[in-house]
């Protein structure tokens, strides 16, 4: 997502900079099975060229009509569409059977805006964060302000809402272990919208030379040390692939009293039990027990470090997008 947003906000960087007009479309709220989820955007130019996504389908074809119908016209700067996924709907179809609808706002940009939308890229590109709002007067962005929710929309009506997002990552893994496996797996994690960071104890690692993944990438002495760099964290996500069982349990030992949202380590169901009995016996960690997923990943049978990070990507994907009951 922090990678899709960075490039939107680019494309629409550039065509303000080359003075060519263009359309931000923007979904401000999705209920249900719609297939464009809040904080999806795309922008379109007059002459086509478009980036992102608020969605796909007969929907999108749709509303990048309308926007460049507008563009074309100069009749509309900004306007409301709400947009229902059912034939059956009395009105705002949106073309589509797939249940579930959508509010997309769409706003011309303005050539003043071109400092805003500068702010934002600079946010993006040194991964730091800021608010966005929308509301019926236009868009604005705020790099010294970061909101708690992710989202906040609150509508009265098409000419009364205020729509909030804190822009940047979301979400952050902690990788322990520079490895193979810690290579491929960032990789995924990144082009999956995560801030990377790595921790491994060995410099001069030619896997952890390659890894041009990661966001940041610390050297410690020892994995002991690492409990000071991963602090509490509900959006904070913790793999633990150091080199070995010895590593491995002074790294969990370092971790284990953590407030995190997701704590996993790599390796084989005897040695994570023998490890765990061995820590417990010694009183060296909690209930940890309780919430380390280990073995770590889904169960899909994997071998390689692409299906490994493959599994564990798709474990931590469940973690965060589990719906409260």
Known sequence: MMHKQRLLWQFIERQLTLAEPVVLLYVLESIGSSPGRQGFGMAVTASGNM??????????HKLVE?????????????????????KAAAKNQSGMICSGEQSVYMYKLQPCDLIMVSQIVNTLQQHKHGRLTITPKGI???ATSMPQAQYLFEFDSEDNFVFTEKIGHQNKVFI????????AFSELM???GFYVQVIEERPHLNTLQQNHFAHEIAIVNQYSEIGSLIPDGSN???????????????????????????LGMLGSKNKIMRLLNELEADGLIGNVRN?????????????????????IAAEIILVKNKQPN
């Not at 971790?255 to 995190?260: A, E, R």
């Open 51 to 60: 980036c992102g996504s608020i969605g796909g389908g007969m929907m999108e």
């Open 140 to 142: 604005a962005f705020d």
């Open 236 to 262: 904070h996500y913790v793999v633990l692939m150091t080199f070995g069982y010895r590593t491995d349990a002074v790294a969990l030992q370092a971790v284990s009293y953590k407030q995190l949202a997701y």
């Open 66 to 86: 309308v926007a460049k119908h507008h563009l074309a016209t100069g009749t509309t700067t900004q306007a409301y569409y709400q947009q229902i996924h059912d």
């Open 291 to 311: 919430y380390l997923r280990a073995p770590i990943g889904l169960p899909i049978y994997s071998q390689t470090p692409e299906e490994i990070a493959v599994s």
């Open 190 to 192: 990144h082009k999956l």
């Open 176 to 183: 322990v272990g520079g490895g193979h496996c810690a290579l």
